[in-house]
């Protein structure tokens, strides 16, 4: 039996060492600015600061969608944010999210600039500001804000949960494994069940409740989240894939997953998107950083 397993919480908890992991020298118990650092402003209408990860990917999927409606107001500069070297706690960027967590967007296309902040909020705030990928009647727009919530509320579970203790922790223990696989795998079966007989999660049409839940849920079915498929048995979930797979095929999609991106292949990642022609453009012509 380890040492961690005798662990006796103390009277008051003091933070007073790393506690090792993937993400130790980021963890800390205060929020606020380390030091300074003034953020870039481009010169489209949004200006979002973030990285390729599942949250930020909703915002660029969302994004890269209103624009292949021809929404050319929905134009924006993407600037890289790399959390793994603490850029998320830079003045600017506390400036616009206080949490300091990505993706955190500017809105310059009002008559005073507007922050937004939390993957969710930034969905539904684009969503009613352009009036897409959100039901307009009332009960079907509750129904996809019922999903929408479902996504932020239980992603923590999937990435905060079974994602670090399975991926991301310095050593490998059975119990919280089992328990994040066991909600994981709960989470997992309520969605094939909701898409037993749909095309979409709800409403009968692509919402932001699918570009919530894709980047966390599809991405594991797919194969591509803490290299997790066999242990999960994601195959098994036939809807889920159905679905996962089916939205995969959306050029917004293809497009906004390699926004922000920082792993992969290379010819994937486009570390800052500023016009549409980015995507085009070779591998030696990314912006590296």
């Not at 699918?210 to 991405?219: N, S, V």
């Not at 594991?220 to 679905?243: H, P």
Request: aromatic share 14%; charged share 25%.
């Amino acid at each position: 039996m380890s040492v961690e397993q005798n662990y006796i919480p103390p009277q008051i908890w003091k933070w007073d060492k790393e506690n090792g992991g993937k993400f130790a020298n980021i963890n800390r118990p205060i929020s606020g600015y380390t030091h300074e650092q003034k953020l870039p402003i481009g010169k489209h209408p949004f200006q979002l600061y973030s990285q390729g990860t599942p949250n930020g990917v909703k915002v660029t999927v969302m994004l890269e969608e209103l624009l292949e409606l021809g929404i050319v107001e929905a134009e924006y500069d993407a600037w890289l944010i790399r959390i793994g070297k603490g850029e998320q706690f830079g003045s600017g960027f506390v400036e616009i999210n206080p949490n300091s967590k990505i993706p955190s967007l500017l809105d310059n296309s009002n008559s005073k600039q507007l922050r937004v902040f939390e993957s969710g909020s930034i969905l539904l705030y684009l969503a009613d500001k352009f009036k897409n990928f959100i039901p307009q009647k009332f009960e079907e727009r509750t129904e996809c804000l019922s999903w929408l919530f479902w996504q932020m509320a239980s992603a923590p579970y999937l990435g905060g949960g079974f994602g670090h203790f399975y991926a991301y922790a310095p050593e490998k223990f059975e119990y919280p494994i089992d328990r994040f696989s066991m909600e994981v795998k709960r989470q997992l079966d309520v969605l094939d069940k909701q898409l037993s007989n749909k095309n979409f999660i709800c409403c009968n049409q692509y919402t932001i409740a699918d570009i919530a839940i894709w980047p966390w849920y599809g991405a594991l079915i797919l194969g591509r989240l803490y290299s997790a498929g066999d242990f999960l048995d994601v195959t098994s979930y036939k809807n889920i894939l159905r679905w996962a797979n089916k939205i995969d095929n959306r050029p917004a999609i293809k497009r906004g997953r390699m926004v922000n991106r920082i792993t992969g292949k290379l010819e994937s990642q486009l570390y800052e998107r500023h016009d549409a022609e980015d995507f085009l453009k070779s591998t030696q012509d990314k912006i590296i950083k």
